[in-house]
């Protein structure tokens, strides 16, 4: 009986379980793994950000082509730095076609062409012009020198936000290209036939002026963008194109500067056949989501 007692009675304290203990606390959450760092072969792919080189390249070409155009201008070199102003105006229509062919446009390409323009098509063309003749004029010289400098920033400016509400048909006011080389075959012109260019100040600001304001005008200007080149042309098209070439070749400033100051005027022509038919003679829509101006915008 003793034995049985023994067998039942309590068990001393050292020997109770933990989990027959009334102020036992609860076992700790289990804390998250580490998480262990990743190597850089293992870790997201990046995205590495950079520009693309040809269209890029054509662009500082042309933007070469304007910073040559003053430093000849500077030198007394006024037939080379008239070259430099055409050779821009032939990479600048380069650039955008070469981006889109290879499918490498970007925002940068677009800001650095728009910045590559202000400089070969408005700062050089003013720049040449005041050197060559304006500067006899004293201030209203070089006024008119930057009234054509900044009427070309702001038609850049313009032309940028309004992409996408104005008729690609036709440009809105004159081409920054075009009016640069208005004034760059005006003096290679003169230039050619060895004429005084102080005889010629006031004529040159004229033109200076004119081209400016033309630039910020809402003339409309043909943009030849609606001409399909990849499609079949009768052969005639071919011959006229080779007249064309052999007509250029027989007194190339004459002919090119004829050639771009019809352009020049063409727009005046254009407001006034639309405004004598009672057309709108403004480019810009105001909505492109009307069918009327369907394909206008793209």
Request: positive net charge; contains cysteine; aromatic residues 12%.
């Amino acid at each position: 009986m003793r034995s049985g007692r023994r067998a039942t009675g309590l068990l001393p304290g050292w020997l109770t379980l933990p989990a027959m203990q009334d102020d036992a606390s609860p076992p700790p959450a289990p804390q998250p793994a580490p998480v262990a760092a990743t190597s850089g072969a293992a870790a997201l792919p990046r995205r590495h950000k950079g520009i693309y080189v040809l269209p890029n390249l054509i662009t500082l070409a042309g933007l070469f082509g304007g910073f040559y155009a003053v430093v000849m201008a500077m030198n007394g070199r006024f037939d080379l730095a008239t070259l430099g102003i055409f050779a821009a105006m032939v990479l600048d229509s380069l650039d955008g076609r070469v981006a889109r062919l290879t499918r490498s446009q970007s925002a940068f390409g677009e800001q650095m062409d728009s910045l590559a323009d202000m400089v070969s098509f408005g700062a050089a063309p003013a720049l040449v012009a005041y050197e060559w003749a304006l500067y006899d004029l004293g201030r209203w010289g070089w006024i008119a020198a930057f009234v054509y400098c900044a009427c070309a920033a702001l038609r850049l400016a313009r032309f940028n936000v309004n992409t996408a509400v104005v008729d690609r048909r036709y440009f809105q006011g004159l081409p920054s290209p075009a009016a640069a080389a208005l004034v760059a075959g005006f003096i290679w012109l003169a230039t050619e036939f060895e004429l005084d260019p102080q005889t010629l100040a006031w004529p040159m600001f004229a033109l200076m002026l004119y081209a400016g304001l033309t630039m910020v005008s809402n003339v409309p200007f043909y943009s030849f963008k609606d001409l399909n080149i990849k499609r079949s042309v009768p052969f005639a098209v071919i011959v006229l194109v080779a007249l064309g070439i052999a007509v250029v070749n027989i007194h190339p400033p004459l002919v090119l500067f004829g050639l771009i100051a019809g352009y020049a005027f063409s727009g005046y022509a254009v407001y006034g056949w639309r405004k004598a038919r009672g057309q709108p003679t403004s480019v810009v829509s105001t909505s492109t989501h009307d069918p009327d101006e369907k394909d206008l915008h793209h």
